[in-house]
Every structure is written in structure tokens, then in C-alpha cells.
């Protein structure tokens, strides 16, 4: 490649400005501020913009600082040559930051090749790339060196990637470094775990919040599950205690009917007993009453002894005594014996009399005068003392008569007698009373007829059993226990229904409010399928990252040699052969061996042999990036600020050299290199001339 | 001759989150609902054929999501036929957990659930013997197989049981051959299949899930329905499936526009099967270096063409891999290190991270423009 014109419409303090270049070594000489380094980035910012890397409205300070300082329009061109097959091309290029625009012409034919090429990421039109098989930053480490030449190098494996790639490419404007670069941009599109913002960050941080999500919904659907579980085992529980209640209440039912009957058959038995004992009492009273009537008859057969007897005594005991006082001659006694007879006879007419109900008084009165007509016929003493005695001896018998007794004696035994038969009588009656007593205090059931022994019981306890269902339970427990064990379960029932209600409240309340696990779960899922994505995505980039770095870093030992030898041949002839033998090793320092010498750090040389050594590298690079191809011009910027007049000078000679075979341009303030450059033939543009020289135009 | 007409159904997996349906939640929700309907479906199947004999071999419903409506609407469906015995081997999806709902919801009569312990029944009415044993837990690693040995061999021996890989209650075809039953029901596998034959006589088979659950379920399901005899099986598959997924590839090669390739997806089947179908594309072919599909377009672009489809890009440009990895650069190096990667990769995934890295780290090479 060639350079012909720089037309620096308006950049920097240049507006309007050509600057014209020879084939060879071009020196633009002129004092500071006059511009060399505008230029140098003129040449820069027309081949790959302004635009950082990878952004596509970013630009490099650069593009600020050389907007032209009149305020007009910031552009620019630039014609060159193919030396291959001699074709011209211009680029124009507006550098407007955002307006930024750049086309590329056949300079001959004025044909516009602009869309021939592709344009990057950043729509940056990439025919630099092709044309000077170059890329921004291959360029700017080899073909371009700036001010601060050893400053401006990359570090040792990135640009060793990059001249590897280079190299062994050729025109292709592959970069081992760009294309890592690419690939760093694409992981930091997706982002890493902290970067929130960023999707694989987002993905994470949604996945985790779905998990616990998840979590507390599952936990809330456990708990259900549990209250579920809870409330069918309560269910069965119930389901237990009815059934038992249900058997408890059979079992009473028989219970109350087996004590209802032994019941009845006590009242039945009470029955029985009381009318034994009514029957008995009925007996006694019968007989209490039958010899009540006995006791009055005997009692009515004793009245005149009993009533009269007192007095009917005194006078038999006066009577006989008087009888005795008149004890009789013997044949006197003849007379009293017959008023006795007569008087026993009246006696006994009185007895029958008193039978047939004759008065006794009549009878007496009789007797009386039967015996007063014997008193009368017995008129002597004799018969008067007889008279007497068959007196008294009638009104004994008279009283005897009456009293139908034979002696006092009788009638005192009849009178004692009568005395013991009332007592009976008294007691009997006392008998009676309690009896008829007892008969009004028994029940009056009893009284009724007797329906024989237990008959209504088993009647009643046959229709009792006819109301209970199933078989008689085996061991009847009484009644009192089996109340009390329903009661006991009804209690334990009415506590487990309360558990069922409250669980089933519970659970009302839950479900109502329970997530859909089933579609959290999907949305789980969708998430984890994103976070495998930017994983997959990641690991693929990843590895390509890994083997780019790979590959480049066996292609650099491959090369490195190469390297070495090419580096050692410039070096040489920079260094006037003080060295000659270079070391690059894989991070880039520079081993450098002095002839006959030891092998040295580079860095531990003086500032100007440090800057020979890196211009050697540059110029080796270049050499053999662009070996076989299209020779790339030199473009270099004070290179020699570091240099004694020795180094310069044999600097100047090689790059002298050098131009025969590609064009070389030198910026310096430095008039020893101006001269250096005009003893060798090239062409001195003195940058304050030009300016003049343009403005005359 | 005594038979029995019986009804094989397993794997509903009533309530499943359908997370094949991605994103689109609502038609995630509105297949759980199809669900039930297919097994609404098939009871009523059970109940126009007057089934016997209903034999469910496990993953009746998500044991994880399902609720208490759900198991509301299984004992309606199980009501509609009072005169079938239905019989459930519980599975890994739906064990029976001590808070399983199969221990707590009031099940309709004729419904019996089988447990941890192997359990024979015989119905009052048939010769018939139902043997069973259900999952106890989500995992069971041994085999339980022994318990349902038909024990009597003047009645017809039915087993049903859920399981047959190695988490998941593991059995051989040798193991259901001793069981001497005349048909075993199993459940587990969601394609159905034969284990076991004798004499042209299917004794063990998997009836499959009654309606695909997603993408790894391909095809025709339904069901198995007929009468089990003591010499002759005579049953037959009855679809009950709604909707089938396809897994199919679009060869999009020499695509050069949107509608290029929504031509090509178009063909991929009729506008009525693709209405109600799930399909997921995978676009396939070399395409122009920089050319690609925005799939999210593309899926807004199709939205009323499929039921549902779910698009993949794994179209990949159109390098000659094979020349540059002949090349002599960091380039070359790059595609020869990944091609001979890609040839020893051991799985798939593997494979598609190589391929995805060659393609980065070309589209990185060039960006887009190489050759």
C-alpha cells in the first residue's frame, strides 16, 4: 500500500490541508505544535474511525480532541494505491460523532465500492481489514507507531494471539484478540450470578424466588394434607364411638328391661305376700269373732250369779248359820227335812219354772206358803224352832233356786269365773281392733283379685324384649355402668367433633387461599429451562473462549522462533550489531543476548536501547504479519526522542533501507533527523511550508 | 367359558404441571383441565361398555398438586359407574403417604385402593381375583412382586401394579411370568407396550399415559379394553388422547426471509392437526453466516397456525468446516480443536456445547463476515 494524498478537510488545527506523499521515506519535519501527531492520528482516525471497540456510540477521546478547532466540518480523505495490482482507492470520511460516515471510492472511476465491504458490530466499514490486511489494533502495534512507542504495544500473549493470526492468515482480518473480545462481550451480555440486571443474575434471582415460593406453597398444601389426613382419622374415630354408643345403647335397652322386670317381679312377690297375710288376718278376725259369741254366751249364763251372787252368798252364809244355831232334835228334824224337800221341790219348780220363763217370785211365794203351812202345823217350840228352820231352810233354797246354784260355793266360782270370761272378752275385742287396723293399712290392690304369682311381670318383660333389637347381649352390666360409659363416650364424641370442625374450618380457610402448585411448578421449570440456556450458552462460550486462547497459544511457540529470528536481524542492524541475538518469550519480555555477552533483561537496558528493541519488535512484527502480502507503510512518530545521535542515525539508515521495499513515514521535530532523512534521499515535508504552500492553492 | 371385561388405564397424572406449555400458563392450566376430561372420558368408556373391572395402575393424579376438588371430581367420575369395580395400585406420583387422599377422602364404595402390603380380592359375583400392591412412598427400589401370586387357579388372576425401573419398584418380564396371573396391569411407562406374552397371549403390558404429558411422550395413548379369560385375552388400544406432541425438524436451508421460513414450518403438518396439536420445531439446515431467525417473531408470526409450538434454532451457518480447519491460522486451529472434540464427544449435550462454541467462536472469527 501506498499513501498519495492526506486532504485534511477539517480536522484538528488543519482545515483544508493536502499533504502529499512520495513512494520511500517521507519525513515530516517541523517544530512542536505544528501538527506531526494530527496527522499521524488523521491517518489513523480515516483507516478504522473513531468508535471504541465493541460499542457502536462510543467514541475514543480522540474524536473530540481533533474536532477542527474553527468549529467547520470535521472530515477528511485519503488516496492510496494498491502496489499488487496498482488500483487507487479514496475513503472519505466525515467524523462527526454520531453523524459519522465513511465510503470508499475507486478513485479512477469515482465508482463507489462502499457497500463492497462488511461493516462490524459496530457498522464500522471494515476495508482496511481487507485491503491492508490489518486490523485496528495490528496495525496500531506494528505499522503505526506512536509517541510512546513501547507504551503503546498490548500485552505479550494478546498481541502474540493477534501476530500468530496474523501471520498465518494473511489477508483475512481475523484477530484472535477481537474475536475473545467478541465472545467477552457476548458472556457479559448474559452476565454472571451478581449481575442482577443482566439475564443469567435475573434468571437466578427468579428461580430462587420461585423456589421459595414453592416451598412455603407446598408447606401450606402439606399442612392441608395433614389437616385432610387429621380430619378422616377424627372421622373415624366418630364413626368408632357411634358404633359403640350405638352397642352401648343396645345393651342398656336390655339392661333397663331386665331391671323392669325384676322389678315387677318384686312388686308381685309384695303382692303375694300381703294377701297371705290378709288372709291371715281375716282367719284371726273370724275366729276372734267366734269366740267373742262364745265368750257372751257363757258370760250370759254367769250374769245372776255374777250380778246378784255377792248378796245371794251373805244371805246363805246368815241363813246357815242361823240353821246351825237351830240344830233340831232328832226328829225335829224330820219337819226341817221335809221344807227342805218342800222347799227343794219349789227349788226345783222354780229351776223348770225359770226354764219355761215362770216368774221365780211367784214360784217362791209358793214355796213361802207351803212352808208357813208347815211352820203353822208344827205349833210347839218344837214346831215353832221347826217352823223356824224349815223357814230359813225354804229361803235358801229359794236363793239357791234362784240363783240355780247348789251352794254359795257355786256362786262364788260362778262369779269368779265370769270375772276371768269378761278379761277374755276384753282381749279378744283388743285383737279384733289391731286386726280390723291392719286390714285397712294393706294396700288395696291387694284386696282385688289375686292374678297369681308373677304372671303380669313376665308379661310385661316379654313385650319389652319385644321392642329390643338383636340378640341378648352376653354379661348384662348393669344400667348405672352403661350410662355412665355413654355419657363418657358422648363426651369424648362431642371433643372429637369439635376437633373435626375446627379442622375442617381450618382447611376451608387454606384452600381458599392455596397456591397452584401445579403451575408454580411450571413456572419452575420454565425458569430452570432459562437458567440451562444462558448455563449451555456459557459453557459453549466458554469453551470456544477456551480453545481460541488455546489454539493461539500453540500458534505462538510455532511462531515465536520465527519471531526471534526476524527480531534479531532488525535489532542488529538498529543496535549496529551490539545485539543480535532476541528472545521473546510467551508474556512478551525481551531477552536480549549481547554479542558475546550474557543474556540480559531488555528492561534492564538504558531507555534508548529499550526503545530500539521495541521498534525492533514492531518492525519484525510487521514484517512478518505482512509477509507475502501487501507491504503496509510505517508510520512513525518521533521514534528516536530517546536516541543518542549514534542509535539515530543508524535508526534512520535502516529505515532508509527499509523504504525501498515499503513507504515509511516519519514525523520528528528533530532537525539531525531531518537532515539524517535528506542525506538519504527522501522527501522532507517541513509541516509549517505546507501550510503555507496549501493555503497558496 | 368365565371371562371378565376389564378396562387398563394408568398414568393420568391428573394435575401435571404441563410445563412443556412453557410460559404460556393459561394453556398450561387448560391442559390440566383436558386431562380431566379425557379421564372423564374414559369412565364414561368404562360405563358404555359396561366394564367389570377398572384397573388403575398408579400416577392417578400429582400427589404434589392435587387438592381436594380434585379428589371431589375422581369420586364423581368413580360414582357414574357403581356397577365396575374399580381397583388402584397406587404409583410414584400419587404413593400412598400417610397423608395421601387416598387414606382420607371418603372413596365411592366401589372403589378399592391397594397399599404397601401385596392384597388379593375376589369378587362376590366372578370368578375373578383382583391382586394389587401400591406405592408407599415416592421411591421404592425393591420388588413386591411376590405378594400377587395367583393363588387359585380355577378363578381369573387380574394383578395391577405401578413401577418396573429401578427407583421405581423394579421388575423383569421372569418376574411377572411367576405371578401365573391371566393379565397383569401396569402403569409407569407412558408408551404403551407389551412385557409379556404367552402363546400369542399378552399377560403384562403397559397401557401407556391416556394422554401425552409432554414432548417425550410422542404418538397415539389411550387405553386397553376387553375381556381377560382364563385361556384367551382379547383386548384392544382405544385412543383417548386430545392432543399429541410432535417433535419434529424444519430444514430452513436457503431461508432468506421470514416467510421463507414460515412457509417451511407451515408444511410441517395440515392447518387442522397443527390447531390442535403441540409441536416443537426444531429449525434445522446450513443458513447464510449472519442470517438468523428472531424465534420470538417467528413464535408471534404462528401464533394462530399452532395450538401450540415451540421453536428451536439449531440451524447453523454455512461454514465449509472441513476447509477451514485446514487453514493455517488461529481460525483453522479452532475448528480442527472442536471438530475433533465434537467427534469424541460422549453425550449429546456435549456435542451441542462444541457446536454452539464453533459457531460463537466463527461468528467471533469473522463476525459474521468470513467465509
Known sequence: VRIERLIMTGFGRFRGRTLQLEPGLNVLYGPNEAGKSTVQRFLLGMLYGFKKRGQRRDYTEDAARFRPWDGGEYRGALEYVLEGDGRRFRVERLFEPGRDEVRLYDAEAGTDLTGRYQLDRRKELLFAEEQWGLDQEAFRSTAWVGQLGVAGLPAGAELAGRVANLQESGAEELSVQAALRYLEERVRDIGTERAAVKPYGRVLRALDEQRQVLRRAEAAREQTLEWEAGLAETGGALAEIDAELAELSRRLAWAEAAEAAERLERAADEARRVRERLGALREQEARALAELADLERQLGSRRLAAEHGADAVARLDFIDARLAALLPAPGGGALVWAAVAVLLIAAGAAAVALGAGLPIAGLLAVAGLACGALFLSARSGAARLRRQRAGLELEKAQILGRLEAASAGDIRSRAVRYEQLTARREGLQDRLQQIRAELAGLPPAAVGPDPGPGAAAAAELEALRAQLSGAAPAGLRPGVELRADIRRLEGRRAGLQARASDLSARIETILEGLPDTADLRRELVVLEEEKAGCEAELAALQLARETIAQVSGELHREFAPRLNRAMGAVVAELTGRRYGAVRVDESMTLRALAAGERTVDVFSLSGGTVDQFYLGLRLALLQLVTDGQEPVPLILDDPFMQYDDHRAEGAMRYLGAAARGQQVILSTCHSRDARLAEQLGARVIHLADEVQEASEH | ?371
Not at chain 2, 411367576?178 to 397383569?184: K, N, S, V
Not at chain 2, 401450540?308 to 488461529?330: G, H, M, Q
Open chain 2, 1 to 371: 367359558v368365565p371371562e371378565v371385561k376389564v378396562l387398563h388405564m394408568a398414568d393420568m397424572h391428573l394435575e401435571w404441571p404441563f410445563a412443556a406449555m412453557g410460559a404460556e400458563g393459561a394453556k398450561g392450566r387448560l391442559r390440566r383441565e383436558e386431562l380431566k376430561a379425557v379421564f372423564a372420558g374414559i369412565i364414561g368408556l368404562a360405563l358404555s361398555e359396561a366394564v367389570q373391572v377398572l384397573l388403575l395402575a398408579g400416577d392417578l393424579f400429582e400427589h404434589a398438586h392435587a387438592g381436594r376438588g380434585l379428589m371431589k371430581f375422581i369420586d364423581q367420575q368413580f360414582q357414574r359407574i357403581p356397577r365396575t369395580r374399580v381397583f388402584i395400585s397406587p404409583g410414584n406420583h400419587d404413593p400412598l403417604l400417610p397423608n395421601s387422599y387416598y387414606l382420607s377422602y371418603p372413596w365411592a364404595s366401589n372403589v378399592h385402593i391397594f397399599g404397601p402390603e401385596a392384597e388379593r380380592v375376589d369378587l362376590p359375583d366372578l370368578p375373578v381375583s383382583v391382586y394389587g400392591w401400591g406405592f408407599g412412598a415416592y421411591e421404592v427400589r425393591e420388588c413386591h412382586l411376590a405378594g400377587l401370586r395367583a393363588q387359585d387357579p380355577a378363578r381369573i388372576s387380574l394383578a395391577v401394579v405401578h413401577g418396573g425401573d429401578e427407583a421405581y419398584h423394579p421388575f423383569r418380564p421372569a418376574d411377572l411370568a411367576a405371578l401365573g396371573a391371566d393379565y397383569i396391569a401396569l402403569g409407569h411407562i407412558h408408551k404403551e407396550g407389551v412385557l409379556l406374552e404367552q402363546g400369542g397371549r399378552v399377560i403384562a403390558r403397559y397401557s401407556g399415559s391416556p394422554e401425552a404429558l409432554g414432548f417425550g411422550e410422542p404418538g397415539e395413548h389411550g387405553v386397553y379394553l376387553g375381556t381377560v379369560g382364563k385361556q384367551e385375552n382379547r383386548l384392544r388400544f382405544v385412543p383417548t388422547g386430545r392432543r399429541r406432541y410432535e417433535t419434529l425438524t424444519v430444514d430452513v436451508t436457503g431461508a432468506e426471509s421470514l416467510e421463507d421460513v414460515v412457509a417451511r414450518v407451515l408444511a410441517v403438518d395440515e392447518p387442522d392437526a397443527r390447531r390442535q396439536h403441540c409441536y416443537r420445531l426444531a429449525l434445522t439446515g446450513a443458513v447464510e453466516p449472519g442470517f438468523s431467525v428472531d424465534l420470538s417473531v417467528l413464535a408471534a408470526r404462528l401464533a394462530n397456525e399452532f395450538y401450540f409450538v415451540k421453536l428451536a434454532d439449531e440451524t447453523r451457518p454455512d461454514y465449509d468446516l472441513a476447509a477451514l480447519a485446514r487453514e493455517r491460522s488461529a481460525r483453522g486451529l479452532f475448528v480442527q480443536r472442536l471438530l475433533a472434540q465434537e467427534a469424541a464427544a460422549p453425550d449429546g449435550a456435549a456435542r451441542a456445547r462444541i457446536r454452539r462454541a464453533l459457531t460463537l467462536g466463527l461468528e467471533a472469527f469473522g463476525r459474521g463476515g468470513a467465509r
